[in-house]
Nanobody, 118 residues
Framework: QVQLVESGGGLVQAGGSLRLSCAAS????????MGWFRQAPGKEREFVAA??????TYADSVKGRFTISRDNAKNTVYLQMNSLKPEDTAVYYC?????????????WGQGTQVTVSS
């Protein structure tokens, strides 16, 4: 089992910045995808960004504003969010995909609230 613990959420004004962190309780290999999803009230959970093997992927809505990075020595993934907009308001969830001989296992954090005021 792997626990993911997020931190860094909060309240910020539009145009501001926040940095989210997600620490895994066990070693995560760089080839394992780590990333972020978000869920706004009344909406489905949506993909935000992911990083695996040094490659990054972003949702179109956050390209150019958000940056995902990873510190494998600390088993931690980060999401730097700049130029925040009210529509970025959501609960942000950390996500890890582990691939082993038994197959694929997805892990989720408990979520951290990000609120952007206009």
């Amino acid at each position: 089992q792997v626990q993911l613990v997020e931190s860094g959420g909060g309240l910020v004004q539009a145009g501001g910045s926040l940095r989210l962190s997600c620490a895994a309780s066990r070693r995560t290999f760089s080839s394992n995808s780590m990333g972020w999803f978000r869920q706004a009230p009344g909406k489905e959970r949506e993909f935000v960004a992911a990083i695996a093997g040094g490659s990054t992927t972003y949702a179109d809505s956050v390209k150019g504003r958000f940056t995902i990075s990873r510190d494998n020595a600390k088993n931690t993934v980060y999401l730097q969010m700049n130029s925040l907009k009210p529509e970025d308001t959501a609960v942000y969830y950390c996500h890890l995909v582990r691939l082993t001989g038994r197959g694929r296992t997805d892990y989720w954090g408990q979520g951290t609230q990000v609120t952007v005021s206009s």
